[in-house]
């Protein structure tokens, strides 16, 4: 006999439950462990996390978020990261998969354009110094530090390969920039924020500042939305959802003990003190909410430096296993127990040959000729 789903708020009848999924900001090791842990969620729940109601994504995890609303599985994202060709299959812009960039964006290269060691953003200076008690240090140290000098196509491109054009079918993927002039937070996707291509979306959503050059849209230059809330969970507090599920690796229950891992420690404490202060406003509300965050050992695979591009998949492996573990939980697991059976394609690789995928997933992986 089949079980039951959950009405909203009150846990009974036949309604399905409504669930948003947040993935927070974390650079190249955040995103590869945002990868590594929808993996584990589709293949110890049978959820497809694409199926979520809301999909909010920062930073890393507005290009994880893309991809994922873009119809890319966690599986093929994992599959993909290991290495495996997928020369059968063509991706929706007349590219062979199996040519895609392997790194998710760990691939650097100089933005064309003279530097800007210093001033970065005149205008965020100027608003900074006309609003001297609202705005932050770190807003302060944006507009004065250089202005990033790294390349955004990159990321771009990863994007176009799933996205040409346009956006993502999916109803509500919301992507969180801040503008370069204001830091105000900019959430595309949502209903009133301004229109942007996908691919010009998610870099703007990942435009570290000092880092990456910051992207145009529009007439307003945007940043990593990261620099107001890593994770952004309370954008959903006015969602009335059941179950917000939130992947955050900027924040950690455990504490590294060498000097490095210290440093990047402060950052996560605040950050994740940030996530406790969201998380609480939306149980205020009615609204479950399950924070799966990296566990020491993930912090030891990940390292200091957020950037790198050397262990990418060491991260997603070891992820797979220790968020597998936290949502194993009796707790955690309790929570999880409504949510709805996903397409099987999409929770786990088809049994079929690559070559056999195509009426699966559509346009995203056509038989090459």
């Given at each position: 006999?089949?079980?039951?789903?959950?009405?909203?708020?009150?846990?009974?009848?036949?309604?399905p439950?409504?669930?948003?999924?947040?993935?927070g900001?974390?650079?190249?090791?955040?995103?590869?462990?945002?990868?590594?842990?929808?993996?584990?969620?589709?293949?110890?729940?049978?959820?497809?996390?694409?199926?979520?109601?809301?999909?909010?994504?920062?930073?890393?995890?507005a290009?994880?978020?893309?991809?994922?609303?873009?119809?890319?599985?966690?599986?093929?994202?994992?599959?993909?990261?290991?290495?495996?060709?997928?020369?059968?299959?063509?991706?929706?812009?007349?590219?062979?998969?199996?040519?895609?960039?392997?790194?998710?964006?760990?691939?650097?290269?100089?933005?064309?354009?003279?530097?800007?060691?210093?001033?970065?953003?005149?205008?965020?200076?100027?608003?900074?110094?006309?609003?001297?008690?609202?705005?932050?240090?770190?807003?302060?140290?944006?507009?004065?530090?250089?202005?990033?000098?790294i390349?955004?196509?990159?990321?771009?491109?990863?994007?176009?390969?799933?996205?040409?054009?346009?956006?993502?079918?999916?109803?509500?993927?919301?992507?969180?920039?801040?503008?370069?002039g204001?830091?105000?937070?900019?959430?595309?996707?949502?209903?009133?924020?301004?229109?942007?291509?996908?691919?010009?979306?998610?870099?703007?959503?990942?435009?570290?500042?000092?880092?990456?050059?910051?992207?145009?849209?529009?007439?307003?230059?945007?940043?990593?939305?990261?620099?107001?809330?890593?994770?952004?969970?309370?954008?959903?507090?006015?969602?009335?959802?059941?179950?917000?599920?939130?992947?955050?690796?900027?924040?950690?229950?455990?504490?590294?003990?060498?000097?490095?891992?210290?440093?990047?420690?402060?950052?996560?404490?605040?950050?994740?003190?940030?996530?406790?202060?969201?998380?609480?406003?939306?149980?205020?509300?009615?609204?479950?909410?399950?924070?799966?965050?990296?566990?020491?050992?993930?912090?030891?695979?990940?390292?200091?430096?957020?950037?790198?591009?050397?262990?990418r998949h060491?991260?997603?492996?070891?992820?797979?296993?220790?968020?597998?573990?936290?949502?194993?939980?009796?707790?955690?697991?309790?929570?999880?127990?409504g949510?709805?059976?996903?397409?099987?394609?999409?929770?786990?690789?088809?049994?079929?040959?690559?070559?056999?995928?195509?009426?699966?997933f559509?346009?995203?992986?056509?038989?090459?000729?």
């Amino acid at each position: 006999m089949a079980k039951p789903r959950l009405n909203k708020r009150d846990g009974t009848g036949d309604s399905p439950i409504r669930v948003g999924l947040v993935l927070g900001a974390g650079g190249v090791m955040g995103g590869a462990w945002i990868t590594g842990g929808l993996h584990a969620l589709a293949s110890e729940t049978g959820w497809d996390p694409a199926t979520a109601e809301y999909i909010v994504g920062t930073s890393a995890g507005a290009m994880m978020g893309s991809l994922l609303a873009a119809g890319v599985p966690p599986w093929f994202m994992v599959a993909h990261s290991a290495g495996e060709s997928f020369d059968d299959l063509i991706g929706r812009d007349g590219r062979p998969a199996g040519t895609a960039d392997r790194s998710a964006g760990a691939r650097f290269t100089w933005h064309r354009g003279l530097p800007r060691i210093a001033f970065g953003s005149p205008e965020l200076i100027l608003h900074g110094l006309r609003n001297i008690r609202p705005t932050p240090p770190l807003g302060m140290l944006i507009a004065w530090g250089p202005r990033g000098m790294i390349s955004t196509e990159p990321l771009k491109d990863i994007v176009r390969r799933v996205v040409p054009r346009g956006w993502a079918q999916h109803p509500n993927l919301w992507l969180v920039a801040a503008d370069y002039g204001t830091l105000e937070r900019v959430v595309f996707g949502r209903q009133g924020s301004p229109t942007a291509d996908l691919a010009d979306a998610v870099a703007a959503a990942c435009a570290i500042p000092s880092f990456y050059h910051p992207v145009k849209i529009g007439d307003r230059l945007y940043i990593d939305g990261g620099v107001n809330s890593v994770s952004n969970l309370d954008l959903l507090i006015e969602a009335n959802l059941d179950l917000v599920i939130c992947l955050n690796p900027m924040s950690s229950l455990h504490r590294p003990e060498h000097l490095a891992g210290r440093v990047t420690g402060i950052v996560r404490s605040n950050a994740g003190r940030r996530l406790g202060r969201e998380a609480r406003l939306l149980r205020e509300r009615g609204t479950k909410v399950v924070l799966v965050q990296p566990t020491a050992k993930d912090l030891a695979a990940m390292g200091a430096n957020y950037m790198s591009s050397t262990r990418r998949h060491h991260v997603i492996e070891t992820a797979v296993d220790t968020v597998s573990q936290q949502l194993r939980e009796p707790s955690v697991k309790k929570l999880l127990e409504g949510l709805p059976p996903g397409a099987p394609h999409k929770v786990a690789r088809p049994a079929l040959p690559v070559g056999g995928w195509g009426p699966l997933f559509g346009a995203a992986a056509e038989r090459s000729a």
